[in-house]
């Protein structure tokens, strides 16, 4: 029971929370920063907690997401029904050619292939000159839903990133659970096994990146609009490491894992960083010692203990 | 005479400057244990290797029911029917007793690619699993971990995992390695059971089993057939005595 408890008080947390004093402007988009970042988050553990799978380019994807929204805004394409199709595909398909080439490695060298796929995303997104090159570019709205503006309300942009997160999340459980994710998560524990009963653990895990990539470009939209800017920092291996961290400290165990990881993240920096100016100081021995002393992860703390 | 169920011709593997497969050729029909024996190093696993997928020969076939599969991977191997299992014990330990055994049902139980149904509430291929686990007597440990089963129990799971891919030909590399007496008992009786449905290709060093449970023995040294009979030729040949048995009763 408990362990469907605790996603499920998660959600009707963040569901409450306007209402409970985070109701303010910036506190709104604080949350709504998390849950995005939560999403992209969900989608890692996909691939690194269930199918063992540790990628340092994953704010690529990101990346791939939110600049397809800035190629259609400087074309004077604000519709959802479009922006949001073009923007996960082009995610989607540029984790499947990355992907398709990565997964020919394994450990370590998977680690450093997609680093080096996420840098060559970010210098490319450095070099759009068209769009601001460094400097980053301003969208001048919010994507459009059926030719409406209900995006630009804060509340009704808060749970949209809630139902979608939910779905995300959802989908990515379910799809652990099924027969594509036992194949993952055996060929997580010994592929030798899997391939010993007939499974090549190859276009499982390009599938598993693909789905990864396409929540990762559905997070890119999304931040977009959260911030209406976007910048070749979001591509940043920076960003990558921090989705990464967010999935740890949260726990590999569980997928509601990574969004824990994410509030408890995006909060924690935000609060430190209001203290003192030197939080960083403070945040990464902070970040060293949770992962020392709660090993299964923020998850793991509120799940119930074993025997 | 119907045609050999697995027939290796002319296999030969080299590491560097060694041959540790040499011109290796021999047959297993249906129904048949064959028997690899052969002292430390002679090559019998990296045989296994070859003949599974797991290594490419540098020359020679490997035929499986008529068909050549010398170039096929290892999982369309054992889609095509050739199930092994391995020296080292190769399981899921994270995964329950079960799960392990429902993974091989799976492998043979149409698209994995499927995302919404739990596989743990797949009645088909929880039954597929308990019935393998049935047949090497391992179904009251289904709910166990894998990884917490003592070392005798992982062997039969092992065996149970084979056993669930539905193949024609077993591959067994030494599954009586640290057995204990009885389990060892309780294993060499299943093998013997096993015949009935498989062509066994069995590598074990327990010289007792071997020779209770083989139609026919190949003795393999430096990566050569020596000899290939029935148990009592085996048993009879000089050069085999001087090679190999002769070590175990010096």
């Known amino acids: ?307 | 005479m119907t045609a050999p169920l697995l027939r290796i011709e002319g296999l030969s593997k080299r590491f560097g400057g060694l041959a540790v497969t040499d011109a290796v050729s021999l047959e297993v029909r249906a129904g048949e244990i064959h028997a690899l024996i052969g002292p430390n190093g002679a090559g019998k696993t990296t045989l296994i290797n070859q003949v599974s997928g797991a290594l490419a020969p540098d020359a020679g076939r490997i035929l499986f029911a008529g068909r050549d599969i010398t170039r096929l991977s290892m999982p369309r191997r054992v889609r095509a029917g050739l199930a092994r299992t391995f020296q080292v014990t190769c399981i899921l330990p994270g995964f329950s007793v079960l799960e392990n055994v429902a993974l091989a049902a799976q492998a043979r139980d149409g698209s994995s690619f499927r995302f919404l149904r739990p596989s743990a509430g797949e009645d088909r291929l929880n039954r597929a699993a308990l019935e393998a686990l049935a047949a090497v007597g391992l179904a009251h440990r289904a709910a166990a971990p894998a990884g917490a089963l003592a070392h005798g129990e992982k062997r039969q799971l092992e065996l149970a995992i084979a056993l669930a891919t539905r193949p024609r030909l077993l591959l067994l590399d030494e599954p009586l390695a640290g057995a204990g007496p009885e389990e060892t008992e309780r294993l060499i009786a299943l093998l013997g059971r096993l015949r009935a449905d498989y062509g066994v290709l069995l590598v074990e060093h327990d010289m007792r089993a071997v020779f209770a449970l083989a139609d026919r023995i190949s003795v393999l040294v430096y990566g050569r057939v020596i000899a290939t009979g029935a148990p009592p030729e085996i048993r009879a040949n000089p050069e085999v005595r001087a090679a190999y048995l002769g070590e175990d009763e010096a």
């Not at chain 1, 340092?56 to 190629?71: C, E, N, R, S, W």
């Not at chain 1, 396409?214 to 976007?230: K, P, Q, R």
């Open chain 1, 1 to 307: 029971m408990r362990e469907r408890a605790v996603p499920l008080l998660l959600f009707a947390a963040l569901a409450a929370a306007p209402f409970l004093g985070f109701g303010e402007g910036y506190a709104l988009t604080l949350l709504a920063r998390a849950m995005i970042l939560g999403m992209a988050a969900v989608g890692l553990a996909l691939l690194v907690g269930g199918a063992g799978l540790v990628s340092l380019g994953h704010a690529a994807t990101l990346g791939v997401g939110a600049y397809a929204v800035v190629a259609l805004d400087a074309n004077g394409i604000v519709e959802g029904a479009l922006v949001l199709p073009v923007a996960i595909g082009a995610a989607a398909l540029f984790a499947l050619a990355t992907g398709a080439v990565s997964l020919r490695t394994s450990g370590v060298h998977f680690i450093m292939i997609t680093l080096a796929f996420g840098q060559m995303a970010f210098f490319t997104a450095s070099s759009l000159a068209a769009y601001g090159g460094d400097d980053g570019y301003t969208l001048y709205a919010r994507t459009e839903l059926g030719g409406t503006r209900l995006l630009e309300d804060r509340l009704v942009f808060h749970y949209a990133c809630l139902g979608l997160l939910a779905l995300v999340f959802l989908f990515c459980r379910a799809a652990l659970a099924a027969r594509f994710g036992r194949v993952l998560r055996a060929a997580r524990e010994n592929p030798l096994r899997v391939r010993a009963v007939g499974f090549d653990p190859y276009p499982y895990r390009l599938l598993a990146c693909v789905i990864a990539g396409a929540i990762g470009g559905l997070s890119g939209v999304l931040l977009a609009n959260a911030t209406e800017f976007v910048a070749p920092s979001y591509l940043s291996w920076q960003r990558s490491g921090e989705l990464l961290f967010m999935v740890i400290l949260g726990g590999l165990g569980s997928l509601h894992g990574a969004i824990l990881g994410a509030l408890a993240y995006v909060l924690l920096e935000e609060w430190l960083s209001h203290l003192t100016e030197h939080w960083r100081m403070v945040f990464g021995p902070l970040l060293v010692l949770s992962v020392l002393f709660f090993r299964g992860g923020l998850a793991g703390l509120l799940a119930p203990r074993r025997r």
